[in-house]
């Protein structure tokens, strides 16, 4: 059987080559295909072979730092998750817990850079994808991650992110969030009768 499809393949591409092909069923209902006229057999119609001029492609960002022998990354997603855009973060003590989505995950000799409000952090870790940020006071915030290669060049970077710090006043305990003062016991009133 495997020989028959050989011998099919090979009469395909002989016709493919400009001859005619002729195809008829035999008596059994076996059909056959030949580059000769078989009496019953009908012609083939081959059309003309399919080819395909592939498009120029000018030199992408990963291309031109291929060419600079340094292999790009392929991530496919780095985003900024928590904090989300426009949350509101109430008594966070000046600590900001961050959690990021990468992928695929941070390759070897590539590193994780965070800014908060346009400066560089210092002391990200390399790795995890959540941990803590100190010294995050209250008022509008703006946090993005990026992914640099090991020249310091960004590969990657994530959408920024603004969201606020609130703190409870002591002079106003009844803010939005904000714990409110226990209230004071109704006290009884004499009864009447004096």
């Given at each position: ?13 002989a016709?493919?080559a400009?001859s ?8 059994d ?7 000769r006229?078989?009496p019953?057999?009908e012609?083939?119609?081959?059309g003309?072979?399919?080819?395909f ?59 994780l ?51 606020y ?23 009884p ?6």
């Open positions: 059987m495997r020989w028959m499809w050989m011998l099919l393949l090979l009469l395909f591409a016709g493919a400009g005619e092909m002729w195809r008829w069923v035999d008596a209902g076996v059909v056959h295909y030949s580059d006229p078989h019953g057999a012609r083939v119609d081959m003309r072979a399919q080819t001029t592939a498009p120029v492609i000018t030199p992408s960002r990963r291309e031109a730092l291929e060419q600079e022998g340094e292999p790009a990354s392929q991530y496919s997603r780095l985003s900024v998750v928590s904090p989300a855009e426009g949350e509101t973060l109430w008594n966070i003590e000046g600590e900001l817990n961050v959690q990021l989505a990468v992928e695929p995950r941070l390759a070897s000799g590539h590193q850079r965070i800014f908060l409000d346009g400066s560089q952090v210092e002391g990200v870790p390399q790795g995890p994808t959540q941990f803590t940020i100190g010294e995050v006071f209250r008022g509008e915030r703006q946090l993005r991650a990026s992914i640099v290669d090991a020249r310091g060049r960004e590969l990657v970077s994530s959408a920024t992110v603004t969201f710090v609130q703190q409870t006043s002591v002079q106003n305990p009844t803010q939005r969030g904000a714990p409110t003062r226990p209230q004071p016991r109704p006290q009133r004499p009864s009447g009768g004096g």
